[in-house]
T-cell receptor
């Protein structure tokens, strides 16, 4: 079966650090994407992990453990504009680039 | 300016009516995708196309149809057989092959009158 789990909602304070977790069980796996989506807008690409470990990109970092079926997105120095949904998506294996999305985590950044 | 465009931004459908959502990309991507997004649910794949003149059903294809006559264009028709069409529809494109990043258009919100 295919299953991707993320927390539904999280709240954090401006300037702080927040970690959004994602666990997955998929029949095939090539890698894991994180997207950011503001309300009513298109998802925008944040990161892609294919190997185990941490990928850092500015204020955002993403981690993958293939053996544990686990990833997290780390957001540092939170800003109000980071309030958005964060979508975890698995590239499902095989030659195609079909993605399986989690339901997304709605992050609210408070002053 | 490269990107993906979708039109219209809002679309209203009457009962029993077919409507077509437009998706165009100038990124020279081979693969294109249509997703549906409902409140509290993740993006669900309707149809995808890896190359011109070829397309495959996704997880929720019933009540929808597509065509891929040109590399740049992948229109989606929501037919009257789709009983619950109210949703946010997102089109995406990517290079061909696993691990290629999908880039999304701005979306079309479809409402049933």
């Amino acid at each position: 079966g295919q299953n991707i789990d993320q927390p539904t909602e999280m709240t954090a304070t401006e300037g702080a650090i927040v970690q959004i977790n994602c666990t997955y069980q998929t029949s095939g796996f090539n890698g894991l994407f994180w997207y950011q989506q503001h309300a009513g807008e298109a998802p925008t690409f944040l990161s892609y992990n294919v190997l185990d470990g941490l990928e850092e990109k500015g204020r955002f970092s993403s981690f993958l453990s293939r053996s544990k079926g686990y990833s997290y997105l780390l957001l540092k120095e939170l800003q109000m504009k980071d309030s958005a949904s964060y979508l975890c998506a698995c590239s499902g294996g095989g030659a195609t680039n079909k993605l399986i999305f989690g339901t997304g985590t709605l992050l609210a950044v408070q002053p | 300016d490269g990107g993906i465009t979708q039109s219209p931004k809002y679309l209203f459908r009457k009962e029993g009516q077919n409507v077509t959502l437009s998706c165009e990309q100038n990124l020279n991507h081979d693969a294109m995708y249509w997703y549906r997004q409902d409140p509290g649910q993740g993006l669900r794949l309707i149809y995808y196309s890896q190359i011109v003149n070829d397309f495959q059903k996704g997880d929720i294809a019933e009540g929808y149809s597509v065509s891929r006559e040109k590399k740049e264009s992948f229109p989606l028709t929501v037919t009257s057989a789709q009983k619950n069409p109210t949703a946010f529809y997102l089109c995406a494109s990517s290079g061909q092959g696993a691990g290629e990043t999908q880039y999304f258009g701005p979306g079309t919100r479809l409402l049933v009158l």
